[in-house]
């Protein structure tokens, strides 16, 4: 297919990371947005009201496990384990979802609380900035799925390993984000 | 499959095309015909105001022209008319025969003309933008803004931004990656080395745009309060989001035509660049520093005399890079064997008319001076200046110089210059009166002037120069259309040129390399201390030498299957962006179109097996 | 290329324990929110162990520690200047002061 490249790092994996690059700057501005409208908010309720600090907790710890589940899937499908390269991806798209399980119950909650996303300045920064994050697991969740499709019908051995170590990229790169989305949203407060 | 339309000319194989070559060209031709009507746009603005009290333009239509026009020029026409010339020579130029991601690149031409369309398709609705091509809050919201006009704006940047982000990602992996054997950073040439620059701009500035415009977005149609005082946001934050990544973006425009004209001022001057790491390196600063004074374009928002001196500084900071790469351009043009072919003269021109705007640009550079420019048409003969003299007439440089290469044929010397002299004479006319007028008080974006405030011979004269200026596109019109009869073989390398592009036939083979060269040097065409007469005409290419010893058998040629994967993924996202306008359903079933487009994409094999 | 990278990139046992140091930081960090006594120096502690949390998954799980210097260039210019452009504009709206 393609031959070497000048830097002897594949296309694919320099576009993810060229992608992430690009994808700070995303989440930055979104970051920056949130952070200068902390305490401007003039319209109950307030973060302090709402934000449940020791389920969130969970649902980041969940969503930390699954980046190790990922390094585990690509270090199996690195040295040809296929059951085992199956187990960890499935694993880490399930605690993917777990974890947006964890935010739609927040949202949703949230929302019978009093705080529709129009309700004012703290509903429309908190969803805006942290349903973006959301899209972003959802996205790599259907990724990792058709890896997992892909691996059950035996397409997805270690010639691929490149394919799930880019899925991978994105998938701890969305870990990091919510790394600083958890102490600058929730312990911040 | 492939072999058979990678050489045919029917509509499809341009529907599918991933050709580099061809990329270029239909980016090419459709930033030029919004840069007509853009341009044509500015021509009524003008008519408007040639005397005072005109009404030929109501103050809303006023409004509405000078918001398309700054916008068309902006994203439709200066973006993709540079993007263009990448397409068509950064792989030439790093010896590689296509970009890294080629549908990709497909894809990216296909949502920028889509997003395009779509913001013209406001005018038959008699919709259009009218907020300025800075859309700032609170004047474009709901309340001040009820139409849909601005909803226009908001979706068409936000699917055109995409594709700009996909173009930036693809030339930065094709520049870091691509490169032939031999090709190392400080060999590669001037206009590729802006291109990784602008690429990497383009990715970091076009996300906080792209917020910005979600949040515009969600306060018109989700009534959320990003930019609502009332609710304890500040509609300020708006512009900072915009000049984040405006000025950025302004550099994306010019940086391109700095790397032309560096690639075209050795080659017409017989000599080499001068000071090449100097160039390199202040186009990087430029880039660098071009992240830190977004605030110059708010200086009269009253951010305090800290935050105003910052910013200032560093601006004035961003003049030594510009000036440095002047004074290297009069450098290699001193001493050496001047050819005034067309290409030339507007690189020379460049010099000149970029260094006038530069220097009022270091005038507002200085907060208290600023106050007094801020809003006026002071201002507008700035940047004028700049992107007129800079990247219009580094994009026309670029034309001239590689039009031989793109078709073949060379284009008509007279024509040429008589293109040149008379857009270097409307753009003085038109734009040098702007300082009077500007510096008399005349407001921009007001729809007309009264009479007795000495505004009258400037604007006359502006008007005059604008229509000229309409004047000059006929002899580059007619120089095309003459070349596809009548212009004269180009040769390999019609202008004795040193890098890369010049080392194949014109038009190139869609393969680029029968075989890929290994580089030696920087001007590989050139051998440092022969003439360049004393050479044959490209086929000896001197430092360019094919890496292959003479008994191995040439390695086969593998090029990228065409695809319509990209169109159904554009065509998806352009359901949603109109679905934008009010309709979930339609939202939604773009989505899904764009879904299917993907998954198809990636699991369709992107490359056929041998095409030679 | 797999072969090759398998052996350079760290191996599960690792990979386990940057885990397990990543959830004992989050743990700590809870810890420290509701410990009264930390209130004044709670926000450069918390900032301290999230840029570690950061840095480990990057180096780590990312294999930034073992990759090309031209992926870390990358990734550190553009969280640089994202870090860069948000710190200045919290500074310009006035977080900072007081």
Known sequence: MEGPTSTGIPNRKLAMWTFIGSECMLFGTLIATYMIYRGRNLVPPYPHDLLNIPFITVTTFVLLMSSLMMVLALAAVQRN????????LALTALFGLIFLGGQYYEFSHFVHEGLPLSRNLFSSTFFVLTGTHGAHVAGGVIWLGTLLVRAIDGKLDARHAETVEIAGLYWHFVDVVWIILFTLIYLLV | MAMTDAHSTGIWSWLTTVDHKRIAIMYFVAGFAFLLIAGFEGQLIRLQLAAPARSLLDPDLYNQLFTMHGTTMVF?????????????VVPLQIGARDVAFPRLNAFSFWVFLFGGLFLYASVPLRVMPDGGWFAYMPLTNPEYSPGPGIDFYVLSLLISGVGSIAGGLNFLVTILNMRAPGMTFMRMPLFTWMALIVSALILLAFPPFTVGLIFMLFDRRFGTHFFDAAAGADPVLWQHLFWVFGHPEVYILILPAFGIVSDVIPTFSRKILFGYPVVVFSGVLIAFLGFG??????????????VNAVFGGATMLIAIP????IFNWIATMWGGRLRFRTAMLFAAGLVATFTIGGLSGVMHSSPPADLQQTDTYFVVAHFHYVLIGGTVFGLFCGFYYWFPKATGRMLHEGLGQAHFWLSFLALNMTFFPMHFSGLLGMPRR??????GLGLEVFNLISTIGAFIFTLSFVPPVWNLWRARRRGEPAGHNPWDASTLEWTMASPPPHYNFAEIPTVDRRDPLWHPYIEPESRGDGDEPGGAVPRRQPHEPPAPVVMPNPSHWPLVLAVGMLLMTIGGLGSLGLTLFGLLVTAVGLFAWAFEPPFGEEAR | MSRQSAEAHPSTRLYVAIAVILAALTALEVMVFYIEALAPVLIPILIVMMAAKFALVAMFFMHLKSDGPVLTAIFAWAVFIATAIVVGLMAIFGKFAG
């Open chain 2, 446 to 451: 007001t729809y007309t002037y009264a009479e």
């Open chain 2, 322 to 325: 510009t000036g440095i790469k």
């Open chain 2, 76 to 88: 439709f026409a200066g973006m993709p008319l540079v993007v263009a010339f990448f397409n068509f």
């Open chain 1, 81 to 88: 384990d296929l059951r085992a390269t199956k187990l960890w």
């Open chain 2, 293 to 306: 004074v977004w605030v110059h374009h708010m200086f009269s928002v009253g951010l305090g005399p800290v």
